[in-house]
């Protein structure tokens, strides 16, 4: 349904796109993390999504954004960008009147890297989050949609040993390969380790990798090495590849060749009973994005997105409160002890038996977690015999070591 000009203007909507791990962005330039798209009801007819450029679009020491719409209906919007800081408060904030979205995107300049990731990196970065919060409306609104979505970035890594027996008497096949190897990398994602022989010169050796999962776009990094006869790494190569699922290009060639002449002239060290072994440590880029909520109602924009930003950034905990926090903490461990609830560890001594807790007399005794973190016959028996001591003395040892430190604590108050 075509909304009237009179139903238009009376709508307005809010998307706050939390980015988690932000930190971790690793795109390289002209590359974005993208929002799902958000089309809350009854703006159907206009879907929207948002482009982060983490390296900058056209300028490199920027943090840049794009705003999308995939609707030709020519309707003009007032439109506001912000970052979220740490108290909740919008800052760089970006304004646009008459917006066009006819236009159908539009992209500037949202903060210099220099800034976001300076000396106020706590204030825009909580958590390592970056939050913002784009408005649009027409008019006064009357109606208004409300849309919370996240991004998670996490980097998935994985280390390879390849062996390739027989080395030196390996003979190039048509394609020039000589070895080849696939190992999945992560769930859906099959990498193609492949040393080939470069045609111009018999020499000279080089590796290839391809993907075979483009459903997505993933930054690959990876550092290369040979390892000797003793295990000792040799670094060949550290390089990183962008897989763009739009691209024809699957094969990435490393930049770095291997000397077939080096390898041979140290035979014993790096080709001990003719096998080659390299170690390849590959990083994988890894985003996850996903809607938590759409609403949309009457009214103006409701109170709980104030919470949901509470929620995003909780307020710091005031340092005056760290006493208070101890006596807590202090108590809450002096009961547990005297009211003897859920013991799993047993001290023996005599005929009498002690049942304490096993992480707590942990923390209090370098002793008991030296003897209780490794692998001794104690640890899997859930208990200790401590024979050179009477009853009453362990009684005292206890006391000492768990109640000694919380009674400080209490006495003090």
Request: charged share 25%; glycine share 4%.
């Amino acid at each position: 349904m075509t909304l009237s000009n009179e139903e238009f203007s009376s709508l307005g909507f809010t998307f706050v796109w939390r980015i988690e791990n932000f930190s971790h962005c690793l795109e390289k330039r002209n590359c974005c993390i993208e929002s799902p798209s958000f089309a809350p009801e009854p703006f159907h007819r206009f879907v929207w999504n948002m482009k982060i450029y983490p390296r900058g679009n056209e300028r490199v020491n920027c943090i840049t954004y794009k705003v999308s719409n995939d609707s030709m209906l020519n309707r003009t919007f007032c439109f506001e960008l912000a970052i979220i800081g740490s108290d909740g408060s919008l800052t760089n904030l970006k304004e646009l009147e008459n917006f066009s979205s006819f236009l159908l995107s539009f992209s500037d300049i949202l903060i210099e890297k220099e800034e976001l990731f300076g000396e106020k990196k706590d204030f825009y970065l909580p958590q390592d989050t970056l939050t913002l919060n784009l408005r649009l409306w027409h008019d006064l609104p009357s109606w208004w949609g409300q849309t919370l979505a996240r991004t998670r970035i996490g980097v998935q890594k994985r280390a390879i040993i390849w062996k390739i027996p027989q080395f030196s008497g390996k003979k190039p096949s048509e394609d020039n390969k000589i070895f080849e190897i696939k190992q999945n990398f992560i769930e859906n994602i099959t990498l193609n380790l492949q040393l080939k022989n470069c045609f111009k010169c018999n020499k000279i050796h080089y590796l290839e990798i391809s993907e075979t999962d483009i459903s997505h776009d993933n930054l690959i990094s990876i550092e290369i090495a040979v390892l000797d006869l003793s295990g000792s790494r040799t670094h060949l190569c550290t390089s990183e590849h962008w897989f763009d699922k739009r691209s024809d290009e699957k094969i990435w060639k490393l930049p770095n060749s291997i000397l077939m002449s080096s390898l041979l002239t140290n035979k014993n060290l790096y080709l001990p009973n003719d096998t080659l072994t390299f170690q390849c440590d590959l990083a994988l880029l890894v985003v996850v994005s996903k809607l938590e909520f759409v609403e949309v109602g009457p009214g103006k924009e409701k109170p709980y997105m104030n919470s949901l930003i509470s929620e995003i950034h909780p307020p710091q905990r005031k340092a005056e409160n760290v006493s208070e926090l101890q006596e807590s903490l202090a108590t809450d461990l002096l009961n547990l002890y005297t009211e003897g609830a859920n013991f799993d560890f047993e001290l023996r001594a005599d005929s009498s038996k002690f049942p304490v807790h096993k992480l707590i007399l942990m923390a209090r005794s370098p002793v008991f977690r030296g003897m209780l973190s490794s692998d001794m016959i104690e640890k899997n028996a859930n208990m200790v015999d401590i024979p050179d001591l009477d009853c009453d003395t362990v009684k005292r040892m206890l006391d000492f070591i768990i109640l000694e430190g919380t009674a400080a604590v209490l006495l003090e108050k």
